[in-house]
């Protein structure tokens, strides 16, 4: 499985776009890309996932390049409820298939 | 859909007791349950894979004797703590994938908050 790198924390303030990069570097042909989000004390939710380019939903877009070493997490205007840890994970897209969850990014959304 | 429940939320037991946590698909048939624990401030480390129907796979340096993983059904899957320590004391949380999506996507439970006095 890919090993992932992110940054540890980040600090933004309300109605910022944040983007968190994730680096990725051995990923592998058959390889996804998700996102999670992680409040304290609950257990995480999936928020995004892709393959290649640019994938949107109504929460977030996720930015991967053509050589896929490196994706990056967009969300639009930030609100305090947006701190949490946000997970970035790559494995296979088999069902059924292990996740192996990084460190992990702490987001702190300022008023 | 796909809700995952576990109980219960969280548990307070004395060493040496065996504590049994439950997770369940609620709206869905989950063929592949996973099984994480979490430390404060850390992350997810996943534990073990849990099949319906057949044995539970462990990651390396994960006992277990220590962790009984059982799937007897494709909506719930249970983890028993044997012989609890305080070092056992953690926040469990299970996974599940969902049958015939054809995606590895998977839905968490709200975890079990494990402590050990």
């Known amino acids: 499985l890919a090993k992932t790198t992110q940054p540890i924390s980040m600090d933004s303030y309300e109605g910022q776009e944040v983007n968190i990069t994730c680096s990725h570097n051995n990923i592998a042909t058959n390889d996804y890309i998700t996102w999670y989000q992680q409040f304290p004390s609950q257990g995480p939710r999936f928020i995004i996932q892709g393959y290649k380019t640019k994938v949107t939903n109504e929460v977030a877009s996720l930015f991967i390049p053509a050589d896929r070493k490196s994706s990056t997490l967009s969300l639009p205007r930030v609100s305090l409820s947006d701190t949490a840890v946000y997970y970035c994970l790559v494995g296979t897209y088999n069902q059924g298939g292990k996740l192996i969850f990084g460190q992990g990014t702490e987001l702190s959304v300022k008023p | 859909g796909a809700v995952v429940s576990q109980h219960p939320s969280r548990v307070i037991c004395k060493s040496g007791t065996s504590v049994k946590i439950e997770c369940r698909s609620l709206?869905?048939?989950?063929?592949?349950m996973f099984w994480y624990r979490q430390f404060p401030k850390k992350s997810l480390m996943l534990m073990a894979t849990?099949?319906?129907?057949?044995?539970?796979?462990?990651e390396q340096g994960v006992e277990k004797d220590k962790f009984l993983i059982n799937h007897a059904s494709l909506t719930l899957s249970t983890l028993t703590v044997t012989s609890a320590h305080p070092e056992d004391s953690s926040f469990y949380i299970c996974?599940?994938?969902?049958?015939?999506?054809?995606?590895?996507?998977?839905?968490f439970g709200p975890g079990t908050r494990l402590t050990v006095l």
């Open positions: 849990s099949n319906e129907g057949s044995k539970a796979t462990y």
């Open positions: 996974s599940a994938s969902k049958t015939g999506t054809g995606n590895n996507e998977q839905f």
């Open positions: 709206d869905f048939q989950a063929t592949t």
